[in-house]
């Protein structure tokens, strides 16, 4: 599975974007995804997970509420809304997927099979 983020940009605080995840391969429907996010000099950090069939969502607690994670199986493409964006939500966001993992096991760096190349969010105060 090859993943591609996209979406990232510029915005000033309390606004929102949308970010996406489009994968290649014809077993999407059987990856579950997530995104995570690394700010500079800081740890990546787990945002966000769902299920293979889109059932189940887990958020990390400093998104939840204002994220919202979801996906498109059709287009094999994943989404993240943000709203609500603070100062502390500016980094890059990757994507990722495991095979028919748990939305929980997504939320574990080392349990993800693959990775996509990030795209940076910049929130201005």
């Known amino acids: 599975v090859q993943l591609q983020a996209s979406g990232g940009g510029l915005v000033q605080a309390g606004g929102c974007l949308r970010l996406s995840c489009a994968a290649s391969g014809r077993t999407f429907s059987s990856y579950s995804l997530g995104w995570f996010r690394q700010a500079p000099g800081k740890a990546r950090e787990f945002v966000a997970a769902?299920?293979?069939?889109?059932?189940?969502?887990y958020y990390g607690d400093s998104v939840k509420g204002r994220f919202t994670i979801s996906r498109d199986n059709a287009k094999n493409t994943m989404y993240l809304q943000m709203n609500s964006l603070e100062p502390e939500d500016t980094a890059v966001y990757y994507c990722?997927?495991?095979?028919?993992?748990?939305?929980?096991?997504?939320?574990?760096?080392?349990?993800?099979?693959?990775w996509g190349q990030g795209t940076l969010v910049t929130v201005s105060s």
């Open positions: 769902i299920r293979w069939d889109g059932l189940t969502t």
């Open positions: 990722a997927a495991a095979l028919r993992a748990s939305v929980q096991r997504m939320s574990i760096m080392g349990m993800l099979e693959y």
